[in-house]
């Protein structure tokens, strides 16, 4: 597993970079700040320590995926940031005729 490291850390250090375009950062900085990040969780020795980190990771998701449905609820047939194109699916539409 620490083989595949190297390759998360540019990775993930090249995320970072994206999300933060305009950040006087090189991108060997964001790689090492990445591995300064996963450093702490690398030390757990027990799947038990490990678990607690699946728990946030999966909270995290959910609260993603609610916020989508508020923003896509909030914004309507109309559209908005997402772009959606309600009109593209027939009212219409069953699942009998979807399949």
């Known amino acids: 597993w620490y083989l595949l490291m190297p390759y998360y850390l540019v990775a993930s250090g090249g995320s970072l970079a994206v999300v933060a375009p305009d950040a006087p ?54 559209g908005g940031s997402f772009g959606a194109n309600w009109d593209a699916i027939s009212p219409d539409l069953t699942l009998s005729g979807f399949f």
């Open 25 to 78: 950062v090189c991108g060997y900085i964001w790689t090492l700040m990445m591995a300064i990040l996963i450093l702490p969780p690398m030390q757990f020795t027990t799947l038990t320590e490990v678990s607690l980190l699946c728990g946030a990771s999966t909270a995290a998701i959910i609260i993603v995926i609610f916020l989508i449905i508020v923003q896509l609820v909030m914004d309507g047939p109309e």
